[in-house]
């Protein structure tokens, strides 16, 4: 855990830089180069959607992994685990879409888009931790984590279910048959990872043909990796087939793969950029569903769940420390813009506004998040409970 927290911090900061660097190019003379070159097509498909489509089907394997991992052997694998991250991350999600849906209600072109505010960048938020060093105990950081992988999960859900075209009954049809092929072989036991990622690419190209976006492909596959070692062991879980391939994508999907998608989107020109473009509803049910909806959900859900005496405060955090974090997780860069780029596909005005409320929120999500962490007072944790014997007197 202390691994892929440290891990997953450092990609948020390299996710920042090409965030950054996409938006410093997108707004030079470079511009025209950075635009033309992302729907340049190779074979049937353009650079962007490479970039979207395969490369972002291999972060949700590891999304999946992760999730399963977690659920069967990790922090979500109890109920007792399970609460306060769980209800916190269905707040975070229900009360961002219905801030999104209280600007939108009237337009049912951007409608659609109800879900962009709905995720949070477990990257990008653990990257801002990260700049706080020891103020934010570890705790809160697999709180973060544990709410972050639950959201991952209605994410995915809600692409595989809201965001899908016209389906290709038989391309459907071949991959419900490898699925099954690929939970057989699971079964059955095998543990090399090969015939895996074999059957894998086939199902991500027969999702592709579906109709269902290809990188629920990247989930799907995920679920059927063994988490289990020929020796059968807890203790051996390891060097599960799951863990090994987990840590072999990760430094990739982490420094490469999330800053390439994060450089390929969130470039916008400010070149044309007005006061009504910044306050289209449009805009404003993004950013301040991200900002207010995720506050609102995240740290009224955990708040209510505590107060209620279902769940503990994480161990050396305060109510302020929390309140700090649910800020964090307003910052919803990367699976935002995937959702947002999936609603409107067609549309590249909609689509700026989309990114325009993505960054505004995130970035004073990010900001007040970090203020609010730096200074919060430190939670002294107290001491370990002892059995005390009563010594009677001489």
Same mark, same amino acid.
Request: proline share 6%.
């Given at each position: 855990?202390?691994?892929? !927290?440290?891990?997953t ?8 830089a090409?965030?950054a660097?996409?938006?410093? %190019? ?8 950075y ?24 972060f949700? !394997? ?14 979500? +694998? ?37 879900? @962009?505010? +709905?995720?949070?960048d ?26 972050? @992988? ?8 809600i ?17 419900? %048959? ?11 036991? @095998? ?11 086939v ?21 059927? @990796? ?8 807890p ?43 910044v ?27 505590i ?10 955090a ?6 700090? %974090?649910?800020l ?21 005005? !909609? ?9 505004g929120?995130? !970035? ?9 962490l730096?200074v ?19």
């Amino acid at each position: 855990m202390r691994a892929f !927290l440290d891990n997953t911090a450092s990609g948020g900061l390299a996710l920042m830089a090409a965030a950054a660097l996409a938006l410093a %190019v997108a707004n030079s003379p470079l511009a025209p180069a950075y635009f033309s070159g992302l729907q340049t097509y190779f074979g049937p498909l353009s650079v962007q959607h490479w970039i979207n489509d395969a490369l972002m089907a291999v972060f949700f !394997l590891l999304v999946g992994m992760e999730i399963k991992r977690e659920i069967l052997d990790g922090q979500l +694998s109890t109920w007792g685990r399970r609460i306060l991250p769980g209800i916190a991350a269905a707040g975070g999600m229900l009360v961002p879409a219905l801030i999104f849906v209280a600007f939108n209600w009237h337009d049912p072109k951007t409608l659609r888009g109800w879900a @962009i505010p +709905s995720a949070t960048d477990i990257a990008f938020a653990l990257g801002v931790i990260a700049l706080l060093g020891s103020r934010v105990p570890t705790s809160l950081k697999v709180f973060l984590t544990a709410l972050a @992988i639950i959201d991952d999960l209605g994410a995915v859900a809600i692409i595989a279910v809201f965001y899908t075209g016209d389906l290709n009954g038989t391309a459907f049809g071949g991959a419900a %048959v490898t699925l099954a092929v690929l939970a057989g072989m699971n079964r059955l036991g @095998i543990l090399r990872l090969l015939p895996y990622l074999v059957l894998g690419s086939v199902l991500w190209l027969l999702v592709l043909r579906s109709g269902v976006h290809a990188t629920v492909a990247g989930v799907l596959l995920a679920l059927t @990796i063994p988490l289990r070692t020929s020796r059968g062991r807890p203790d051996d879980m390891a060097n599960s087939p799951l863990h090994r391939l987990e840590h072999a994508l990760h430094p990739w999907v982490t420094f490469a793969i999330v800053p390439l998608f994060g450089f390929a989107n969130a470039g916008v020109s400010f070149a044309g950029l007005t006061v009504d473009k910044v306050t289209d509803h449009l805009t404003l049910g993004v950013a301040l569903g991200l900002l207010v909806g995720k506050l609102v959900g995240v740290f009224g859900s955990a708040f209510l769940t505590i107060r209620l005496g279902f769940a503990d405060v994480p161990m050396g955090a305060g109510k302020m420390q929390l309140l700090g %974090v649910s800020l964090l997780c307003g910052i919803g860069f990367t699976m935002s813009l995937f959702i947002g780029m999936l609603a409107f596909a067609n549309d590249p005005v !909609l689509q700026d506004e989309v990114k325009i409320g993505i960054l505004g929120g995130s !970035l004073l999500s990010g900001l007040l998040g970090w203020a609010v962490l730096r200074v919060a007072p430190r939670e002294i944790p107290p001491p370990p409970a002892r059995n005390r014997r009563e010594v009677p007197a001489a």
